[in-house]
Every structure is written in structure tokens, then in C-alpha cells.
């Protein structure tokens, strides 16, 4: 998580809400983390709990994304590139 001083808010507001609208931002004043700055979006799925993005164990993998997973692996493992066509 990137890092800014409440002077920097100040001085490069652009820079800052740039940086937040990709993923929240700690706002430090006098060395402390004293806030967040988040996208609106992000706050939303935040305070909802609908927020779709989840991890997955191998074991717990829905079948199509291990299959999907399989062949990745299977590429790497034969040489071929992340952009190598199968």
C-alpha cells in the first residue's frame, strides 16, 4: 500500500487521488499512519461485503479455473512463455 505525507495531499493532489482511485493509500502525518484514502468504488464493496474478488486453495479451485490453471502450469513446465499461444 503506497504511502503519503498530509503535505503531500496538499502539494500533489493529483499524484494522490491518482494513486487511490488504483488502490487505498495511507495518509501519514508527523511519520504515523493517520488515514485511508480509497476510490468511492472500493469503499462500496468494503462497507457492503459484496466485494466478488476471492481467493481460492487448489482444493477449493472451481473445476473450469483448475483446468484453466492446469494448462498454464503445463505451458510453463514445457518452456512456453506467459504469451506464448498454446
Given at each position: 500500500?503506497?504511502?503519503?505525507?498530509?503535505?503531500?495531499?496538499?502539494?500533489?493532489?493529483?499524484d494522490v487521488t491518482d494513486a487511490?482511485?488504483?488502490?487505498?493509500?495511507?495518509?501519514?502525518?508527523?511519520n504515523k499512519p493517520r488515514f485511508?484514502?480509497?476510490?468511492?468504488?472500493?469503499?462500496?464493496?468494503?462497507?457492503?461485503?459484496?466485494d466478488p474478488r476471492r481467493a481460492?486453495?487448489?482444493?477449493?479451485?472451481?473445476?473450469?479455473?483448475?483446468?484453466?490453471?492446469?494448462?498454464?502450469?503445463?505451458?510453463?513446465?514445457?518452456?512456453?512463455?506467459?504469451?506464448?499461444?498454446?
Open positions: 500500500m503506497r504511502q503519503f505525507t498530509t503535505g503531500d495531499l496538499n502539494k500533489q493532489v493529483g487511490a482511485s488504483r488502490e487505498p493509500v495511507v495518509l501519514t502525518r508527523h485511508v484514502l480509497m476510490s468511492y468504488e472500493h469503499f462500496e464493496r468494503m462497507r457492503s461485503g459484496t481460492h486453495s487448489t482444493a477449493q479451485m472451481p473445476d473450469e479455473h483448475a483446468d484453466l490453471f492446469g494448462a498454464a502450469i503445463e505451458r510453463l513446465r514445457q518452456g512456453e512463455g506467459y504469451d506464448d499461444e498454446p
